[in-house]
């Protein structure tokens, strides 16, 4: 893997807009189109005790065959 470590100045670059962010060359060709990943949270959600409940209790969700028949009825590749 090759890590290519950017200045403080490039790297604010990179972040500041919600556009794609493509690198080029020094004469403007572009290289290659970077995808700009939203920052991780840092915390939990704020949820009531009942939310976090629902969101825990296994009935009512799907079994792996269920999940993998429902992202197929979704077409795509």
Known sequence: MTVIKLDAATLAKVKAGDTPVFLSDESGVPLLRVRVL??????????????????????????TAQMQEYLRGLGGP
């Open 38 to 63: 939203p920052e991780a949270p840092t915390s939990e959600p704020e949820l009531s005790p009942e939310e976090w409940k629902r969101r825990m209790d296994p009935k009512g969700g799907m079994t």
